[in-house]
């Protein structure tokens, strides 16, 4: 092997991050708040009090909408928290949080503020799995 060769390829090595029990209970209570969170949502979806009748009509979304949503996000929670499909299930609930991007961009609402919390939201979520499923690790490990 070159030099060149040699040295490209020590430097694109790649190793599955190991963490320790301090970063597994990180990952536990960061993904236990985000379900947290989300289970309050799909809640008042299916509850539907005040603020979300107000926030369905100023994003101009039929209210009828709101059970069928807070069943969809109480299904893709629990494929999240069942540890053999929570990969998955935050795949699912990438896709739900990007959904409600779009519809807050039609919205007069502040980018950092209403607009981009489902990114927020989805970047805890995902952190949080990261640190607990040594899978997930192996499968998008960090660059040395």
């Known amino acids: 092997m070159s030099t060149a060769a040699h040295f490209v390829a020590q430097t694109t090595t790649v190793e599955p991050c190991s963490t320790g029990k301090k970063a597994l209970w990180t990952g536990r209570i960061l993904s236990g708040f985000v379900t947290a969170f989300l289970i309050f ?10 603020p979300v009748v107000e926030a369905f009509a100023k994003l101009h979304l039929p209210l009828s909408l709101a059970v069928d949503l807070g069943v969809i996000e109480l299904i893709c929670i629990a494929l999240y928290v069942i540890p053999q499909t929570a990969i998955f299930g935050a795949i699912l609930l ?26 927020y939201t989805a970047a805890v ?11 997930l690790r192996a499968l998008v490990p960090w660059r040395r």
């Open 41 to 50: 949502d799909a809640v008042i979806h299916l509850l539907k009090p005040a």
């Open 125 to 135: 979520l995902w952190g949080g799995l990261y640190l607990r499923d040594e899978k």
């Open 94 to 119: 990438t896709g739900y949080l990007g959904g409600a991007v779009a519809i807050q961009l039609t919205s007069s609402n502040s980018l950092f503020g209403e607009i981009l919390f489902p990114v």
